[in-house]
């Protein structure tokens, strides 16, 4: 039974006999004095002792955890011996078969290659001259593939990244050696570091020369004179590559464009928008421009103002895009002076029409017209919403005549009128005991009798039976009017004590009604609301009813304080 010691060498540690420990520390001892005057001795003695750990892992095993003498001198054997690098000492004459052994496996180490990424002549990452050392040709056709596929395939970038990924890079002296098929051992280990020191001596010394010589200087502008060239040239090409893709773009944009402008004025269609601020919109530009343009202005010149002032541009657009897309350019000034002219007298015919409907808003008249309506028996008046077709909008209006922005509807369209929707709906306190009704209309003109006018000519019916007042969905005006924002609000006020009933119809038309609670418009209807000094109270809301008396107390006005010095019994 042999005696084993604990041997950390390079990091790892390693249990090995005592006879083996004692002939590899005098191996290394001896190397160790053998490069005391090497620059580079601790990086040689850690490389050493870095590949000595790597070939005594390979040694054991888990039926054999121990480093044997055996081993020590199979290590020995393949890294060499210290008197042979030297050259103090004959080779060896043994011929046992320790010998053998060593001879075979020096053979195999000379063989030995590996895969790295040369850090010493590397272009990105080392990765063409790593695999170039593994398979023993030049870098150079390598480096050339991969430009080529780069640049013609588009995968070469890719397929370099992944391998300068998986491709360890060569740090130490050792993994160099193995890197090039060279064989780990003293000799070749000294030497590869020496090598390096003194070519970094001889570079530090002749930096100082050269870097102010004018050879020196000549060759750093033409470098950068050529980064600079390369980097324009790439440059230019994507900016090239990228301009054909916008040219592309524009054409499409402008041929589709063009295609819906001459479609909606020819054709006479319909053209549909809808986002979140803009709900539904459909309208046709002859029904439009019928309902708002003034009579004195034709068709025909708010067609042409559109086709030269939208369509030049559109046209402008297509031609610069197909000019960029087949490289022509040459430039004709007399197209590009021509659709100036053409697109500055849309401008102009837009502007007028702009300005002649704008004229028309100059003033506003707001008239109030107060409506009779019968008390109801019983303090309660229903309020309800006429059932017609123009309620359920989405399922009866004609796409050819409807436009909805917002809360404001122009339901149809016919010779005599224009049906607008919806009206607003407010309930206030009365001053007296009965209910009272007053509808407020609105509209603009080019004066303030014109403004009267419309305001006057705006019909909405209101109908009475028994207790339920029955409201219209919509208003009319006269297409002669034109529309001038053409307003309409109707203004219940209930005396205090007396209740209102809101139907669910009624969600329409209602608007911003107080009430105590500060319940929303919607979740008022199908409710009954009693009129309190404090505003409307909900009767029969769940969670909100109130007891008689407290009611009472609500419906009661506080009486008017006393004089001082006076008590209220």
């Given amino acids: 039974m042999n005696r084993t010691i604990t041997m950390n060498l390079s990091g790892i540690i390693f249990h090995i006999e005592e006879d083996a420990y004692d002939k590899l520390n005098k191996y290394l001892t001896t190397i160790r004095s053998y490069f005391k005057d090497s620059d580079g001795r601790d990086e040689i003695m850690s490389d050493i002792e870095s590949r000595i750990a790597e070939m005594l892992q390979e040694k054991v095993s888990k039926t054999k955890q121990a480093v044997l003498m055996m081993d020590v001198e199979s290590v020995i054997a393949v890294m060499g011996k210290p008197e042979d690098f030297a050259g103090d000492a004959e080779p060896s004459q043994n011929t046992n078969t320790n010998g053998a052994t060593a001879e075979n496996a020096t053979h195999q180490q000379t063989k030995r290659r590996r895969l790295f990424r040369d850090p010493d002549d590397k272009m990105v990452g080392g990765v063409c001259s790593g695999i170039a050392h593994y398979f023993d040709f030049d870098p150079i056709w390598l480096r050339a593939a991969f430009a080529i596929s780069f640049f013609v395939f588009g ?31 003293i000799n070749n280990i000294g030497k590869a570091v020496n090598e390096e020191f003194d070519d970094l001596k001889k570079r530090m010394k002749n930096f100082g020369s050269e870097i102010g010589s004018k050879e020196t200087k000549e060759r750093v502008r033409s470098s950068a004179r050529q980064a600079t060239e390369f980097a324009g040239d790439v440059l230019g090409h994507m900016a090239r590559v990228f301009g054909k893709i916008f040219a592309v773009f524009l054409v499409f944009f402008g041929v589709v464009l063009m295609v819906v402008l001459l ?35 034709p068709i025909e010149l708010i067609v042409t103002g559109l086709i030269l002032f939208v369509g030049v541009p559109l046209l402008s657009i297509i031609y610069r895009g197909i000019k960029h897309l087949f490289g022509i350019k040459e430039k004709n000034r007399i197209v590009k002076y021509t659709a100036n002219i053409l697109w500055l007298i849309g401008v102009a015919i837009m502007i007028y029409i702009g300005c002649m409907v704008g004229t028309d808003f100059n003033e506003e008249t707001v008239m109030k017209q107060d409506v009779a309506i019968q008390q109801p028996l019983h303090n309660t008046l229903y309020l309800d919403m006429k059932p017609t077709t123009e309620d359920d909008i989405e399922l009866t209006y004609n796409h050819n005549r409807h436009f909805y922005l917002g809360n404001w509807s122009m339901m149809s369209k016919d010779d005599e009128n224009f049906r607008l929707g919806y009206p607003e709906l407010t309930i206030v306190p009365a001053e007296g005991i009965n209910y009272e009704l007053v509808v407020i209309k609105s509209a603009y003109g080019h004066d303030k009798k014109e403004a009267a006018y419309r305001a006057k000519n705006i019909e909405y019916v209101v109908t009475q039976t028994d207790s339920t007042i029955l409201f219209n969905s919509y208003y009319d005006i006269k297409t002669g009017d034109k529309l001038r924002a053409q307003d309409l609000k109707v203004l219940l006020k209930v005396p205090v004590g007396k209740i209102v009933f809101l139907s669910k119809r009624m969600e329409k038309i209602i608007y911003n009604i107080d009430n105590v609670t500060n319940t929303y418009d919607g979740d008022m209807v199908n409710r009954r609301w009693i009129m309190t000094v404090k505003g409307l109270q909900c009767v029969d809301c769940n969670g909100l009813e109130r007891t008689a008396s407290q009611m009472e107390d609500s419906l009661v006005p506080p009486p008017p304080p006393l004089p001082p010095g006076q008590k209220r019994l």
């Fill in 155 to 185: 995968s070469g970038f890719l397929l370099y990244m992944i391998l300068m990924i998986i491709m360890p890079k060569a740090k130490t002296i050792a993994e160099k050696l193995e890197m090039r098929g060279e064989k780990v051992d």
């Fill in 263 to 297: 479609a909606t004025i020819f054709g006479r269609g319909t053209i549909s928008i809808f986002n979140s601020s803009v709900n539904n919109v459909h309208f046709s530009l002859y029904e439009f421009c019928a309902a708002a343009v003034p009579n004195g202005i």
